[in-house]
């Protein structure tokens, strides 16, 4: 493992991450696998939820971005129901912290509402997004 800096053997969980990120790599450059590919996100949602019971608050943005990651995917499979629950997670989870997370769920999650012919929410989420974009005055 390559040291990134001097806190890397102290940092909780940088092992678990860097699985989990290895997935979520895995699973974006096959997009073609169908199941398969559902199947490795599936895995890295699950055990970047036990990781999160580890360590309280410190993985949200990872798991964030797997929600959001298998809801594109289900997304693109014209499985929209499914996918929803999973994008509306990825924005409670984002919701605190906001910034580009935030946003990023945000136009995801407008994307499977647009999906499921839910346009005035889709539009109210895309506001938001475009609120939460926007440079402080």
Known sequence: ???NGPDDATRRGTAETAE???????????????????NVMSEAIAKCRALR??????HDALLAR????????????????????LAQE????????????????????ASVEEALNRFSEAAAT?????????PPD
Do not use: S, Y
């Not at 990120?21 to 559902?38: D, I, Q």
């Not at 019971?53 to 410190?58: I, V």
């Not at 924005?91 to 990023?104: F, H, N």
């Open 126 to 134: 895309l506001e938001e997004a475009d609120r939460d974009n926007r």
């Open 90 to 109: 990825a924005v409670a989870l984002t919701r605190e912290r906001g910034g580009a997370p935030l946003v990023q769920a945000l136009r995801h999650l």
């Open 20 to 38: 989990i990120e290895g997935l979520l790599a895995l699973a974006a450059t096959r997009p073609k696998w169908g199941r398969a590919a559902l």
């Open 66 to 85: 797997c929600l959001w990651t298998t809801a594109l995917m289900l997304l693109d499979r014209r499985q929209a129901v499914e996918a929803l629950p």
């Open 53 to 58: 019971r580890r360590f309280p608050g410190e």
């Open 1 to 3: 493992m390559t040291r």
